[in-house]
T-cell receptor, first 109, second 111 residues
Framework: SQQGEEDPQALSIQEGENATMNCSYK?????LQWYRQNSGRGLVHLIL?????REKHSGRLRVTLDTSKKSSSLLITASRAADTASYFC?????????FGAGTTVTVRA | DAMVIQNPRYQVTQFGKPVTLSCSQT?????MYWYQQKSSQAPKLLFH???????NEADTPDNFQSRRPNTSFCFLDIRSPGLGDAAMYLC??????????FGSGTRLTVV
């Protein structure tokens, strides 16, 4: 069943701007992961943050996790047209990965 | 390169005609998953294997079955596809770092 909810559902930004999206979840987790999906394609793993971590960076990506609020955020800095995609958060517990509904990001050139 | 491969990329089947989707992996991961993703929705877990142990989600319809003959291969069988089963089907494996590797998916059309 769907665990996470993402906000906003859709985001349109200008190239070079930052994009921030949020994810909330309901139950305890081992880790939280973010994925990107280009239209009609499979999911690409972006970053994983464990339940005992608060912040993680990978290139232009910054992820935060607040387990007390059961929420996470993904920041993409200096966005590019190639970042146009849907972004999903997914929570992991007992070998199961449960996805949120996703945020569709459009980066305008 | 090590990866998860799904075949075919696109599958068209007739209403009620059994169809099988395949997934193979070269990662030697113990855990394999099948997800269903309908248009503009989140991927939904159908079932997963931990080695040969099969785990079915409670809300996965009986119409969906799976086989894992060995570590490398996993199949999704839809016994009698309905129009509502049209979706992207995603196979994934889980590595020791808990990150998942997804295949490119099979888009199923039911006519």
């Amino acid at each position: 069943s769907q665990q996470g909810e993402e906000d906003p559902q859709a985001l349109s930004i200008q190239e070079g701007e930052n994009a921030t999206m949020n994810c909330s979840y309901k139950t305890s987790i081992n880790n939280l992961q973010w994925y990107r999906q280009n239209s009609g394609r499979g999911l690409v793993h972006l970053i994983l943050i464990r339940s005992n971590e608060r912040e993680k960076h990978s290139g232009r990506l910054r992820v935060t996790l607040d387990t007390s609020k059961k929420s996470s955020s993904l920041l993409i800095t200096a966005s590019r047209a190639a970042d146009t995609a849907s972004y999903f958060c997914a929570t992991s517990n007992d070998y199961k990965l449960s996805f949120g509904a996703g945020t569709t990001v459009t980066v305008r050139a | 390169d090590a990866m998860v491969i799904q075949n075919p990329r696109y599958q068209v089947t007739q209403f009620g005609k059994p169809v099988t989707l395949s997934c193979s992996q070269t990662l030697n991961h113990n855990v394999m998953y099948w997800y269903q993703q309908k248009s503009s929705q989140a991927p939904k877990l159908l079932f997963h294997y931990y080695d040969k142990d099969f785990n079915n989600e409670a809300d996965t319809p009986d119409n969906f079955q799976s086989r894992r003959p060995n570590t490398s291969f996993c199949f999704l069988d839809i016994r009698s596809p309905g129009l509502g089963d049209a979706a992207m089907y995603l196979c994934a494996t889980q590595g020791t770092d808990y990150g998942y590797t997804f295949g490119s998916g099979t888009r199923l059309t039911v006519v």
